[in-house]
């Protein structure tokens, strides 16, 4: 019981106060407007033409925080609030995006290993949520040791996939935050004495990969004990 609290429920928590804390500052800061009144379109617009890149295509979607750059497809989406919108909130986040597409141009080494990693990731995870959610119960319920050990292997092999992927993830976020708010300031587009409500934000969304990581780590922990038998219920 005592490894089940420190390897899952409290990297659950963790996770929830980060996502909580993330809604809050974001909640927050997308009240409050800057002054130049330049919208987050304009302002990714304005981070990428900076570092020359012209070929990208800034398009909205749907949703609270869905914003995301796609080097695929050479896209930049912005959630309605943030694609319009002239909040501190909204300029952090578009210029963060903004930041990936400058990773992207400037050939970022995190940023092209956490790409090589894309499809691999794409089959671990429904691996891993299937093995932690059904498998070892369905092969308890059984009575089958193989196939117990075998869905344990399996969702260690996956864990330590997702794992990899979100370490990786951890400095092109980390360094996509660096970009957008030295650029905001740079151009002019976020004065220095506005620039708490984007770090704010930028740092409340920056803690949410943290917590995923250490939550995968934490299962990937808690099935290791499990196969090799050092798991307590005590």
């Known amino acids: 019981m005592l490894l089940w609290i420190v390897l899952i429920l409290v990297p659950l928590l963790f996770g929830l106060y980060a996502?909580?804390?993330?809604?809050?500052?974001?909640?927050?800061?997308?009240?409050?407007?800057?002054?130049?009144?330049?919208?987050?379109?304009?302002?990714?617009?304005?981070?990428?033409?900076?570092?020359?890149?012209?070929?990208?295509?800034?398009?909205?979607?749907e949703g609270q925080l869905t914003d995301h750059y796609d080097p695929f497809h050479r896209k930049l989406a912005l959630s309605e609030h943030n694609y319009d919108g002239t909040s501190l909130a909204a300029l952090g986040v578009s210029a963060h995006e903004a930041g990936h597409a400058i990773q992207h141009k400037a050939g970022y080494s995190m940023m092209k290993f956490r790409q090589a990693l894309v499809p691999a990731m794409q089959i671990a995870s429904p691996i891993a949520w299937g093995v932690l959610s059904f498998g070892i119960l369905i092969a308890a319920l059984i009575g089958s040791k193989f196939i117990g050990i075998l869905m344990l292997k399996l969702g260690i092999a996956a864990l330590v996939v997702i794992a990899l992927f979100q370490l990786v993830t951890l400095p092109v976020e980390f360094d996509a935050t660096r970009r957008a708010k030295a650029q905001l300031v740079n151009l002019g587009i976020v004065g220095r004495?506005?620039?708490?409500?984007?770090n704010e934000t930028l740092d409340a969304a920056a803690l949410t990969y943290v917590a995923a990581f250490v939550a995968t780590v934490g299962n990937l922990l808690y099935l290791l004990l499990m196969l090799t038998g050092g798991r307590r219920d005590d």
């Open 19 to 61: 996502q909580m804390r993330v809604s809050s500052a974001y909640n927050k800061n997308v009240q409050i407007p800057s002054r130049g009144r330049i919208s987050g379109r304009e302002a990714a617009a304005a981070v990428m033409e900076s570092a020359g890149i012209y070929d990208v295509q800034i398009v909205r979607v």
């Open 193 to 198: 004495d506005e620039m708490d409500g984007v």
